[in-house]
């Protein structure tokens, strides 16, 4: 069973901020909150994870609520490169661990 | 982040015969790596879990004996898929982890079984 929930696509002007939401509603303690990106026919590329407090990188921001059953991913400046598939996924730390793949938010940034 | 190559990129073979194809880690040692499947219009699957010089972990219904999955050294796993048949089709993607946090995905082999 999927145990992120994401709206199926999304669209975004270049240059804006997209937003993709993700909801996460049966996270436990040890699970963080993953994003991946997959361009079309390529592998995924990581982006960002996080445990519970925001956390920002070179290519996105993430944002974790209080109560971590939710987030939200924040690329601030979409261009067209950015438009892909993208992946939320909680999973435990560990060399092991897996990555369950859901359907994921199929973003297409326009000019 | 760090780099995961797949060999080759695509392959076209014909039914019945072998394919294998290799993830290198570039500029890390992966001690575990991972084997996904990814048919069109649908996301990826894990189909199982390698550790260098152990056995492989195959996920439920993934045949162990189809897809023989070999991790010999910390920068290289290959999958072979054998007696390969049209509907193995699909888009095969490995992945080491670089760490307990993070994994790393190679760019993808698309193999076509005629």
């Known amino acids: 069973d999927a145990k992120t929930t994401q709206p199926p696509s999304m669209d975004c002007a270049e240059g804006r901020a997209a937003n993709l939401p993700c909801n996460h509603s049966t996270i436990s303690g040890n699970e963080y909150v993953y994003w991946y990106r997959q361009i079309h026919s390529q592998g995924p590329q990581y982006i960002i994870h996080?445990?519970?407090n925001n956390e920002t990188n070179e290519m996105a921001s993430l944002i974790i609520t209080e109560d971590r059953k939710s987030s939200t991913l924040i690329l601030p400046h979409a261009t067209l490169r950015d438009t892909a598939v993208y992946y939320c996924?909680?999973?435990?730390?560990?060399?092991?661990?897996?990555?369950?793949f859901g359907k994921g938010t199929m973003l297409l940034v326009s000019p | 982040g760090a780099v995961v190559s797949q060999h080759p990129s695509r392959v076209i073979c014909k039914s019945g015969t072998s394919v294998k194809i290799e993830c290198r880690s570039l500029?890390?040692?992966?001690?575990?790596m991972f084997w996904y499947r990814q048919f069109p219009k649908q996301s990826l699957m894990l189909m199982a879990t390698s550790n260098e010089g152990s056995k492989a972990t195959y996920e439920q219904g993934v045949e162990k004996d189809k897809f023989l999955i070999n991790h010999a050294s910390l920068t290289l796993s290959t999958l072979t898929v054998t007696s390969a048949h049209p509907e193995d089709s699909s888009f095969y993607i490995c992945s080491g982890a670089g760490g307990p946090d993070t994994q790393y995905f190679g760019p993808g082999t698309r193999l076509t079984v005629l």
């Open positions: 996924i909680v999973r435990v730390a560990g060399w092991g661990s897996t990555l369950t």
């Open positions: 996080g445990l519970k």
């Open positions: 500029d890390f040692q992966a001690t575990t």
